[in-house]
């Protein structure tokens, strides 16, 4: 049989530490600014692998929130390396790295930037058209190119072109 602990080693027990807006806050303000998990756990006063359970099970939502931060971070350096970029007078002996660093840069900010920087265009159905009712001219002048149009249609017209040949000289 095994002994029984002493009261000094054994873990404390009562309610679950738990994940607050405030203690969020502590979380992105010191991971944002370099510090480890051991740090953050101590801030909290909240053992390591609680932190690490947090993350694990996205409690809170807190691993999302973490990568959202770092692709923020991330944006936020690609921008500061653009606008440096844009201030700095070229020569040949800066001239690749600074290429490297730029498209490195405007990569980062057209992933993660897409609302602002990206090139694409996405059509997600989200914009929203005010409805506008057609006058009786518009009205008109559509059901005569809809009868036109049935009309082709019944006449069985080919729609290929003929081929005209010209003798070449």
């Known amino acids: 049989m095994t002994k029984k602990k002493p009261k000094a080693e054994l873990q404390k027990r009562g309610a679950k530490p738990t994940l607050n807006a405030e203690s969020m806050e502590i979380i992105r303000d010191m991971f944002l600014n370099g510090s480890s998990w051991l740090e953050i756990s101590k801030e909290l006063e909240v053992t390591d692998r609680t932190i690490r359970n947090w993350r694990n099970e996205n409690y809170f939502n807190l691993s999302d929130k973490i990568r959202s931060w770092k692709h923020e971070q991330m944006l936020e350096k690609a921008e500061q390396n653009l606008n440096e970029i844009a201030n700095i007078k070229i020569d040949k002996k800066n001239t690749p790295l600074l290429k490297i660093v730029a498209d490195k840069s405007q990569y980062l900010t057209e992933t993660l930037g897409k609302a602002n920087y990206s090139k694409s265009i996405e059509h997600t159905g989200t914009i ?9 001219e518009q009205k008109d002048i559509m059901l005569e190119l809809l009868q036109e149009q049935k009309k082709l249609k019944e006449s069985n017209v080919p729609k290929t072109l003929e081929i005209i040949d010209v003798e070449c000289e």
């Open 128 to 136: 929203k058209h005010e409805q506008t009712l057609l006058t009786d």
